[in-house]
Structure formats: C-alpha cells, structure tokens
C-alpha cells in the first residue's frame, strides 16, 4: 500500500518528515499562544501590585480593571495605536534604566551625600549567591521567563513597510540590549541591594517594592523612588499590552493555517 501511494523512492521519508513539521509547528504555535495569553492578566496583577508602594488601601482587583479598559481601548484603534503605545512605553523604560545605572555607578562609588563607598560589600556580606548552587539554578526560571518576548520582533516584522529592511536591524539589536539593559542593571542590583533585604516582594516584614525602589530609598534621594516606581508600573503594563498583540496574532496565524477555527481568521479594513 506505500509503493501504491508513494511510488517515488524517499516519498514516504518526506511526507513523513513533512507531517512531523507540522505537528511540531502547531505545537509550538499553541503553546506561544496560551503563553501570552496568560502572560497578560499575570502582569496587570503586578502592574496593581506596583500601586501598592502608594495606595495600598484599594484593592489591587480595581486597578487591573482599569489597565485591562485601557489596553482594550488601545487595541480598539488601528494597530499604529499599539506602536505609538509601544515606543512612548520603551522610550520611557531606556531613558530610565540609562538613569539608574549612571545613579548606580554614582551611588556605589560613594557619590552620594551621607553614604559612603559601597563597592562590593553585599557580594561578601550577606554573600553573592544565596542558597548556593540550588539558589542559582532556581533563579534560572523567572530569567528565562523574563527574557521570553524577543520573539515579538518577528511577529511586528509582518506589519512593517519594508520587513526585509527593519528585521534584520532590530533582530541584531536584540543582544545588544539584553548585555546591556539586562546584565549591567543587574549588576547595579547586586551591588546595591542585599538579597535579604526586608522590603523585597517575598521577604517578611517591611514596605514591599522593586529593588530598583529599594536602591533608590537607601541613598535617600526624594521624590525620585515614585518616579522609578511610576516607571516599573508603565514596564510592566507595556508587557500586558504587548501580550494582546502578541496572542491575537499568533491566534490569526494559527487559524490560517488551518489549525484553529476560521474566525480567528477575519481581519478588518484597520488591521484589527
């Protein structure tokens, strides 16, 4: 019955790697999908949970109400509105991180009025790596899950004028910023903030914030851990609003592939 369908010596060999493929590519093309789709009520949670430095009377349930009525108004208009969105958020979040890694470098080296050199002190004291070997490899789950995303630059490239000529450049980017925003900020976190610090989320006692937060507030500089605070909260609700274009695109893909039902197909006149 093989010879009969597949007469072609090797025939068989591709159909079946063929199949496989597919398979695979649906698989993975799911799996993307439902990733972002639970990606976006997780980061309005925390986007509430930044208000908590604040306002902590309120209940988080309201403000990831209203972040969910402005992303869904953002993706109601044309999808120039996601990117206008998108490069204001960015914009944002760059001109921050460049500020607290300068604060950083200031900060550790004793630049600031009233504290003195810090230097490496916390990497001795209460020590690098907690927990050891174990510690480390735990910590390894939420990284790979923050550097989850890159993939967005292919699913934009498709909206662009000229893919061929944007794609490249932006996918070459990529590792520029993940050394630079990811590792150096990182590093300024471990220079200035112990790992047993009280007011870290998941620590007992004290007033919960970002690190980034908790930096600021140990120099004493007023007014600037609102700022940064304000910053992380434009972060994260960047990431929900990113998860819906991300999801309903890959959805649309999916469906016309055949993969999914033929609604998820429709497109309107603005690209919605």
């Known amino acids: 019955e093989l010879a009969v369908a597949f007469p072609i010596p090797g025939a068989y060999v591709e159909y079946n790697s063929r199949f496989i493929s597919r398979s695979w590519g649906f698989a993975v093309a799911w799996n993307i999908a439902l990733q972002w789709f639970v990606v976006m009520p997780l980061e309005l949670v925390a986007a509430s949970l930044t208000i908590?430095?604040?306002?902590?009377?309120?209940?988080p349930a309201?403000?990831?109400c209203i972040f969910y009525v402005v992303i869904f108004c953002i993706h109601m208009f044309f999808t120039q509105a996601f990117g206008e969105t998108e490069f204001i958020c960015s914009t944002i979040k760059i001109v921050a991180t460049l500020g607290f890694i300068l604060f950083g470098i200031v900060y550790n080296a004793g630049g600031v009025s009233g504290h003195g050199y810090i230097g490496g002190k916390y990497f001795y004291n209460p020590g690098a790596f907690?927990?050891?070997f174990k510690g480390v490899c735990s910590v390894f789950v939420t990284a790979a899950f923050s550097f989850s995303g890159t993939e967005l630059t292919g699913l934009t490239a498709a909206e662009t004028p000229n893919?061929?000529?944007t794609l490249p450049s932006a996918i070459k980017q990529v590792f520029?910023?993940?050394?630079?925003?990811?590792?150096i900020c990182l590093l300024m976190i471990g220079l200035l903030v112990p790992y047993n610090d009280t007011g870290l989320l998941g620590s007992s006692g004290g007033k919960k914030a970002s690190p980034f937060v908790l930096a600021i507030q140990q120099a004493g500089v007023k007014g600037l851990p609102s700022v940064f605070n304000a910053v992380i909260?434009?972060?994260?609700?960047?990431?929900a609003n990113a998860a819906v274009f991300a999801c309903s695109r890959t959805v649309n893909s999916?469906?016309?592939?055949?993969?999914?039902?033929?609604i998820f197909c429709y497109i309107d006149r603005r690209g919605r």
């Open 254 to 262: 999916i469906a016309q592939q055949g993969f999914a039902p033929k």
């Open 233 to 239: 909260m434009i972060a994260v609700f960047s990431v």
């Open 130 to 132: 907690a927990n050891g």
């Open 52 to 59: 908590k430095y604040w306002n902590d009377e309120i209940s």
């Open 163 to 165: 893919p061929r000529k």
């Open 62 to 64: 309201a403000w990831v």
């Open 176 to 183: 520029w910023r993940i050394l630079f925003f990811y590792f």
